[in-house]
């Protein structure tokens, strides 16, 4: 294991960086935008709502239609499998005079909508849901007013559907969480000339007439340098380099609980784009020791934890996770995913209500797993299989094209 990997652009940055660039007055610039299922769900509904979002390239300019721009869609709004997509997308519409109705895959119409049906029906929209709060619902926009939200929860998604309505709509609107969650919405909006205040766990965004256009290198997804991380912490020598790798505090959280199981991550900072920092990681194996995930550190590495339970079951060592029941409403449950296949394979793993016990087990991990079309789930288990001394095979190992598609060609070249 050794090289230099530039993993994909950032998924979350990517969604942003096209629905502000179609509500800023003028072209943007975007450099190095993630191609992938999810994002190509969050370009192709923009275009049904009438932005002008050219075909995805490393390069692309966006000419956004200001704020109010957008156009009633004359067909459903299809979110395939990204929940992102769909509620910051629903904030939007929810600000706009037309309704729309959103529809996606049977993962994202079993996931939970009230969460942002309710902020956004206080502000003075309406929801209607066919079965339950899932997909597919519609969205009737009005004049919304403005909100003092507290979620007693973190989820960037809310924040940032609460945060569009309100830039649309033109009225402030203040949120509040338990812990913060990830800001890109915030930064971007921050650069492109909205008066945005952070205190805490509080964010509050002030009417802004226009949007300025935006410059931006979208740098590399830490979530999915992520696994490069765990794979080179793994291996048995060699060194592997991540770089141009957002560095995003509220994003970092990953490589804090690696760090701590004993992995040796050096991090320089480079650069800022976007309002983001950037920068390398160079990663060396090392022993690792059992930790604890609680519910504070959560948020910060939401979508890394299929993938630190793989790490203990791949290192030998405990893990326990609470306060993330969350992941049970993710792409696949999570927690019942990973404790499945990771039993399916010979590991020690229990479910918690609302987390799971990885028990330290000496013994060669082997057998078949099913990611249950979750393409973060497909990857933990494929860095666990390419750690030394397993033989497991992924099955629908094409569900990676959600958030990386090139992931096995580039696991390949590296552990080569
Ligand atoms: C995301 C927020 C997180 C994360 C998801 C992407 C985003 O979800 O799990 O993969 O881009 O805002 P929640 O906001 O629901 O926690």
């Known amino acids: 294991m050794s090289g230099t990997i530039r993993v994909p652009g950032d998924k979350s940055i990517s969604h942003r960086s096209l629905i502000l660039a179609s509500l800023a007055d003028g072209e943007s610039r975007i450099r190095g935008i993630l191609d992938s299922e999810d994002v190509r769900a969050t370009a192709e509904v923009l275009r049904a709502l009438g932005a002008a979002i050219p075909e995805l390239a490393g390069e692309m300019r966006v000419n956004g239609a200001g704020i109010r721009g957008l156009l009633p869609p004359r067909r459903a709004l299809d979110c395939a499998n990204s929940g992102t997509t769909t509620r910051l997308l629903a904030g939007v519409v929810a600000a706009h005079p037309f309704s729309a109705r959103f529809e996606g895959d049977a993962s994202l119409s079993r996931r939970p909508m009230k969460r942002i049906a309710e902020p956004l029906t206080y502000m003075g929209a309406k929801f209607d849901f066919e079965h339950g709060d899932g997909l597919p619902m519609t969205v009737h926009g009005a004049d919304l007013r403005s909100i003092d939200w507290d979620t007693h929860a973190s989820s960037a998604q809310v924040k940032s559907a609460i945060l569009l309505a309100g830039l649309v709509s033109e009225v402030e609107v203040r949120v509040t969480e338990k812990s913060p969650s990830r800001d890109h919405t915030e930064r971007m909006l921050r650069a492109m000339g909205a008066d945005v205040e952070t205190d805490g766990n509080q964010v509050c965004l002030r009417p802004a007439r226009r949007l300025s256009p935006i410059e931006i290198d979208v740098p590399a997804d830490p979530s999915s340098a992520a696994f490069f991380v765990a794979l080179a912490s793994l291996a048995g020598g060699g060194e592997l380099t991540l770089t141009d790798v957002c560095l995003n505090p509220t994003r970092t959280g990953f ?22 920092e950037i920068g390398s990681l160079r990663v060396r194996p090392a022993p690792l020791r059992s930790t604890r995930i609680t519910e504070a550190e959560v948020p910060s590495l939401i979508d890394e934890l299929p993938l630190l339970a793989c790490i203990a079951a791949g290192a030998g060592v405990d893990l326990e996770i609470t306060g993330a029941a969350e992941l049970r409403v993710k792409e696949s449950d999570r927690i019942s995913a990973v404790v499945q296949n990771l039993r399916a394979v010979g590991a020690d793993a229990e479910e918690l209500p609302d987390g799971l016990r990885v028990h330290a087990s000496r013994r060669e991990l082997s057998g078949t797993i099913d990611p249950r079309g979750d393409h973060r789930i497909a990857m933990a288990f494929g860095i666990l299989s390419a750690a030394s ?13 959600v958030s990386y598609p090139r992931f096995w060609e580039d696991l390949r070249r590296v552990a080569a």
């Open 255 to 276: 490589l804090e609980a690696i760090t701590r199981m004993g992995a040796q991550v050096d991090k320089t900072a480079s650069a800022r784009s976007g309002g983001e």
């Open 389 to 401: 001394g397993n033989h497991i095979t992924v099955t629908n190992p094409d569900c990676v094209a």
